[in-house]
T-cell receptor, first 112, second 117 residues
Framework: KNQVEQSPQSLIILEGKNCTLQCNYTVSPFSNLRWYKQDTGRGPVSLTIMTFSENTKSNGRYTATLDADTKQSSLHITASQLSDSASYICVVSAKAGNMLTFGGGTRLMVKP | GAVVSQHPSRVICKSGTSVKIECRSLDFQATTMFWYRQFPKKSLMLMATSNEGSKATYEQGVEKDKFLINHASLTLSTLTVTSAHPEDSSFYIC?????????????FGSGTQLSVL
């Protein structure tokens, strides 16, 4: 069964600090992995999309890593800002039928 | 960039009434759109896949007579919650993917918060 597990479920950090969110998956055959940011009451917004051959991809203060061998990904947020407070969702796409499997998300709160 | 517009953003209705939610792809034609449901502090749950010009494909456990999906054009899909009840209160989100099969991007609407009294 395809699964995507995210950790931690929730996280509180102080403004300016860095943090790393984790995503482990068992989706097969793997096509790509996406990280989304979802503000409360809004739809998800894409941060990064990574394919099998990509190890690292950055988008501003967000850096995603992918280890296809261990089936793990991380999202690192540098110098956090109050506006980073949101849910971060890891979504893995399988080649067969282009099915998407959603992780449960990590709810990040950045405090001043 | 591509944008998916969802309307309304919030709706409050009485129990027993029907509510229609629209999802539009603004600058690309979407042969396939997706509808999700999200409970508080939970991740998105795929409800159905909307295919232009054909019947929608519903996920297991989703009542197709309860959640009517119409994808009449390449830029518009609608979800109608029929005879809504308080347990249908939830956040509903649509998404659409540009038709280029090498383009893996998936764009989400801004969501609709449905509250059934």
């Amino acid at each position: 069964k395809n699964q995507v597990e995210q950790s931690p479920q929730s996280l509180i950090i102080l403004e300016g600090k860095n943090c790393t969110l984790q995503c482990n998956y068992t989706v097969s055959p793997f096509s790509n992995l996406r990280w989304y940011k979802q503000d409360t009451g809004r739809g998800p917004v894409s941060l990064t999309i990574m394919t099998f051959s990509e190890n690292t991809k950055s988008n501003g203060r967000y850096t995603a890593t992918l280890d296809a061998d261990t089936k793990q990904s991380s999202l690192h947020i540098t110098a956090s800002q109050l506006s980073d407070s949101a849910s971060y969702i890891c979504v893995v796409s399988a080649k067969a039928g282009n099915m998407l499997t959603f992780g449960g998300g990590t709810r990040l709160m950045v405090k001043p | 960039g591509a944008v998916v517009s969802q309307h309304p953003s919030r709706v409050i209705c009485k129990s027993g009434t029907s509510v229609k939610i629209e999802c539009r792809s603004l600058d690309f034609q979407a042969t396939t759109m997706f509808w999700y449901r999200q409970f508080p502090k939970k991740s998105l749950m795929l409800m159905a896949t909307s295919n232009e010009g054909s019947k929608a494909t519903y996920e297991q456990g989703v009542e197709k007579d309860k959640f009517l999906i119409n994808h009449a054009s390449l830029t518009l899909s609608t979800l109608t919650v029929t005879s809504a009840h308080p347990e249908d209160s939830s956040f509903y989100i649509c998404s659409a993917r540009p038709p280029d099969r090498f383009n893996e991007k998936l764009f989400f609407g801004s969501g609709t918060q449905l509250s059934v009294l």
